[in-house]
């Protein structure tokens, strides 16, 4: 079984960066793809980057495409996310969750299994 756990979140000014770790245990980790995912307060949680378990297929949403990027280094087992020209918008927890690589990067979360425990991420003036 997969265990994820996040670090990385904080509090910066907008127009700020923040990088974003997953790390992940077991030795299947590598094998799973791999999503980001957010929640702010009041809302749903929300597919923000997903990364297959090869890189081979990355995807991001259409808010957050031009700013964030998702790598991985999986002699690492650790999925990156680096956000750059953070709004207050985009405050929230995000969390990774893993996916079995053949399901693809879909959006709804209910496809994820090993959901981390999240990192907040407070971008504000």
């Known amino acids: 079984q997969v265990q994820l756990g996040e670090s990385g979140g904080g509090s910066v000014q907008p127009g700020g960066s923040l990088r974003l770790l997953c790390v992940g245990s077991?030795?299947?980790?590598?094998?799973?793809?791999t999503g980001w995912f957010r929640q702010a307060p009041g809302k749903e949680r929300e597919f923000v980057c997903g990364i297959s378990w090869n890189s081979d297929n990355v995807k991001c949403r259409t808010l957050v495409k031009d700013r964030f990027t998702i790598a991985r280094d999986n002699d690492k087992n650790t999925v990156y996310l680096q956000m750059n020209s953070l709004k207050p918008e985009d405050t929230a927890v995000y969390s990774c969750a893993a996916i079995p690589d053949e399901m693809g990067l879909p959006f709804a979360e209910r496809f994820y299994e090993s959901w981390g425990q999240g990192t907040q991420v407070t971008v504000s003036t």
């Open positions: 077991g030795r299947t980790f590598s094998s799973f793809g």
